[in-house]
């Protein structure tokens, strides 16, 4: 009996010894710590987070496009489970070349040190995913590497039955060349589900194979509708993705809630904090400030912001004293809070998404 096969009638990655090696984050779709949805147009919002760790992207010059990026209660094998959508609102009446929309997660670069990316060690790498959408067609997903020299590699895959869950299976060569992926906490790969291209983001001959990133051409290159953009009302959905060492996909890796909220608060936090209580009469020298400390540590120091109220009176004015990557020191810099009440920290966000 193959190892594949011994897995599958387990049922139970984790029984096996083969737990932690799914390298997504957050891959069945269950934290949303940006909001349920999010509206996108293209003069407005052309790139947000709403599932965490997943990203929806416009890029070039879109005229009408506008959509929704949410979470929904639509699974492929569970009746609660969640997955990813985009419903186009006002579609682009014609794709123009600089055009392209696409999904991505982008991997921390110290954790695929494993794959031995740029030597003669490089693994092969299998994505495995359920996809859904009122469009058939040819769509391309890949991997962008941008450190050392920038690498390239897509495929393709065929959505046979319009709004049918159907799961996919890829696998990528592994890449001896390119420098690698530096040992940091900056970006590794780009794991792209591409939604529509223009003719200039194909055509660049990264279809099938590694290649050193040529520019635009190659971004979505096999990429073969754009229908998903030209059409009102047209939806693509995307669940249980995995993306694992070898040529053969494995069971999706199921992980408790709290360890993936952990993982996904590493680059993202959102949260309402009790800041202290103010015993002064309201300036920074007398206890109106106080530091909220990130858990867990954040991949790098973010970007914070937030409001401030108080239990009566003024709420203040948020400004920041110093932020790290472990804590953030906040206080009032309109110096109007009086004594003897608490302070809250509202809206709160610290940002570090790579």
């Not at 682009?92 to 929309?101: R, T």
């Not at 999904?103 to 092969?124: D, F, H, K, T, Y």
């Not at 996919?168 to 590794?188: L, P, Y």
Request: net charge negative; charged share 15%.
């Amino acid at each position: 009996m193959s190892r594949a096969r011994e897995i599958a009638d387990l049922g139970s990655p984790a029984a096996s010894g083969l737990s932690d090696r799914n390298l997504l984050i957050n891959s069945d779709m269950q934290v949303a710590q940006h909001g349920a949805s999010k509206a996108m147009a293209h003069d407005g919002n052309t790139s947000v987070y709403v599932v965490d760790r997943f990203t929806m992207a416009f890029g070039g010059t879109h005229e009408q496009l506008d959509g929704t990026y949410a979470q929904v209660a639509d699974h492929p094998l569970s009746a609660n489970g969640k997955s990813l959508k985009w419903t186009t609102g006002t579609a682009e009446s014609s794709y123009d070349a600089d055009e392209y929309l696409y999904l991505a997660q982008i991997i921390e670069a110290q954790n695929l040190q494993r794959i031995n990316n740029g030597n003669s060690n490089a693994v092969p790498i299998t994505l495995s995913f359920y996809v859904k959408s009122s469009i058939t067609g040819t769509f391309a997903v890949g991997i962008y590497k941008e450190d050392s020299t920038a690498r390239i590699f897509n495929k393709t895959y065929a959505i046979s039955s319009a709004n049918t869950w159907e799961k996919k299976t890829i696998t990528f060569a592994g890449d001896a060349s390119g420098g690698g992926i530096v040992n940091d906490n900056g970006r590794g790969f780009y794991i792209n589900w591409h939604l529509a291209a223009g003719s200039n983001a194909v055509g660049g001959g990264s279809n099938g194979a590694w290649k050193n990133y040529g520019g635009l051409s190659d971004w979505a290159d096999g990429q073969a509708t754009n229908a998903i953009a030209t059409t009102a009302s047209a939806t693509w959905q995307l669940a249980q993705c995995q993306l694992e060492i070898g040529e053969v996909a494995t069971p999706l890796e199921h992980e408790d809630i709290g360890t993936t909220l952990e993982k996904c608060r590493r680059y993202f936090q959102s949260d309402s904090c009790h800041l202290g209580y103010n015993l002064g009469s309201g300036n920074y020298a007398v206890a109106s400030s106080g530091t909220v400390q990130f858990t867990p540590k954040m991949r790098a120091t973010p970007t914070v912001s937030g409001t401030l109220s108080a239990q009566s009176g003024n709420g203040g004015t948020l400004a920041l004293a110093s932020t790290t990557s472990s804590n953030v020191h906040i206080y009032n810099s309109a110096n109007n809070w009086s004594a003897s009440q608490g302070i809250f920290v509202n809206d709160f966000i610290a940002d570090a998404e790579l």
